[in-house]
């Protein structure tokens, strides 16, 4: 039985000379850093080695642009069970930083006034249109910063005896993972240092939208799962600790570092390869993509904050971040997803649904996988 805590390797230096596992978890995003954690605290006798090409979280994934809010409101009965275990894991981790805030749900249908609800919040009455939003439903919701839950999950699995590698490439390979250990040139080049080879009986794929790349170019596995690329614009409109959400239909708006910042799920899927730019200024990427306008123009009627100069076009990509994430063909808005896409192999992706996502559902979905394989 393994015991005590886990090794950490985070950069070439560290010799590594391990060669089988019980799992591998490829990706420290949310979900991976969580399968990782439940894994050792369900069967702790497994080898567990958890690995990301970036760091803990990962830095350039979907975990760090998630809306981080947990909202149970209109899921069916199934949804519904995933979301209290992911609520009952996020009281958990999280305790105190697991903070309620109001959500404000605009659309043509509700039990208010839009123009009632919103003369309680002065500050946003020139938000919404009530001609076009005329009603609303008010409700509790709890949000928290998934990169931080990520973090907390990571260390509780190391923690308990999970080991860590991180700046590794991963490659699938029949029975294992390949790994391409990372290291930076005085040229600032990232290259392969070493490679090795690591047996496991499992491996469970949490890689975002490059997880399904993997499959495919390490074991010739086919998924109907594609990518799309999103963007996480800022509405520059003060908030604070009691500054509520809004959300109209798919849109959602989350008070976050003294703005709010606006989330809207991917509406297709990009084309294979297709590397997402905008404007350029002195080389870099800045600004918001086209198609996000023309998906935000339609709704600035409802929504005429969207049409004034508080929309955050950004002036580098620290300003206007953005991400890959897998999402099923023909289907953009999509809850998480666990799958075993053959023996010994699990796909986990962490869907871009703004109801029913992986912020309401993740935890749940991962546990439950969990509870099935070690069972």
Known sequence: MSSGRGQVWAHVGQFFAETDYDVVVVGAGLLGAAAAQ???????????????EGGLPNEEGATLLGAGVWDAAGLNAEAVALADTTRRELERW???????????????????????????FPALTAW????????????????????????????AAVAAGADLMLNVRAELTPGGVRLHRLTVTNRHEVVVHETREVGA???VVAAGAAGTELLEQGLGLHTPHGRAYVQRPRLRQPSDSASPL??????????????????????????????????RLTGVQVGLRRELL??????????????????GVGRSLADIEGAWLGLPYGDPQHPPVAEQVTDGVWLLLGGSATRGGVDTLGLGL??????????
């Open 38 to 52: 439940y894994l050792r605290e369900l069967r702790p006798e497994l080898r567990v080695l958890l690995l990301d």
């Open 128 to 155: 919404v249109d009530p001609a076009h939003l005329p009603r609303v439903e008010s409700r509790d919701a709890l949000t928290y910063r998934p990169g931080e839950l990520t973090l907390r999950l990571g260390q």
């Open 366 to 375: 991962v546990r439950g996988m969990v509870d099935g394989l070690t069972h």
């Open 201 to 203: 009986r499992l491996v």
């Open 246 to 279: 809004l959300r109209a239909g798919d849109l959602l708006l989350r008070p976050l570092s003294g703005e709010y910042a606006l989330y809207l799920p991917p509406g297709s899927a990009d084309p294979h390869g297709y590397q997402p730019t905008s404007g």
């Open 294 to 311: 023309c998906r935000l123009l339609p709704r600035m009627d409802a929504l005429p904050v969207l049409a004034s100069e508080a929309l």
């Open 94 to 120: 999280l305790g105190v930083d697991l903070r309620p805030l109001t959500l404000l749900d605009f659309g043509e249908e509700g039990p208010c006034s839009a123009g009632e609800v919103l003369a309680a």
